[in-house]
């Protein structure tokens, strides 16, 4: 039974994990990036990569 558990856990890790990735551009299209969990965490974001927020 425990086996099943653990199997599921990951299963269902795996599974957002997967679901959770996507790609930005930003309106001038001269820039984007792809992110894994959400797009203000990724690391492109966070060093700036593709202008500001606001042009995203």
Known sequence: MFKLAKA???VGL???LT????HVQNTKNNCSY???LH???SMSKI???GGPAADQ
């Open 39 to 41: 797009p203000a965490i």
């Open 8 to 10: 599921a856990v990951l």
């Open 19 to 22: 679901a959770c990735t996507g």
């Open 34 to 36: 792809d992110y894994l």
């Open 14 to 16: 795996l599974s957002t």
């Open 47 to 49: 060093i700036g990569v």
